[in-house]
């Protein structure tokens, strides 16, 4: 199986929902640090990253192409979901097999069958 990390060359998961998150976790709140000009007000409770709250969501914190070289400009300091949401390897994550497949990427399900 190759060792290199399937997300690198991906970014699909970053263009395909809304990324909430608990308010405070923006660096505007006290322990906070994801940018907070890069998010945008959901509700009293929930921010979200710019960009990803419409039909064709897409982070304003995505750099790069989907599909190609992409990377996350605020990598170290990205919200919970994003750190929580994990790639999927034989089908543990639908949602990854399912962003993947919208931009016309193979589910990491044949990936890793025929690497
Ligand atoms: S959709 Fe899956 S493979 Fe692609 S960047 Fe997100 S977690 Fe990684
Ligand atoms: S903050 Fe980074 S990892 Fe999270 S959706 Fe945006 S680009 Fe992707």
Known sequence: MSSINPCVTCGACCANFRVSFYWAEGNDAPGGYVPAELTEQVNAFYRCM???NSGSPS???LQGEIGGVISCSIYADRPSPCREFDISINGSNPACDRAR????MASLITIVEVA
């Not at 497949?101 to 016309?104: D, S």
């Open 50 to 52: 710019r960009g990803t």
């Open 101 to 104: 497949e919208k931009y016309g």
């Open 59 to 61: 982070c304003v914190a």
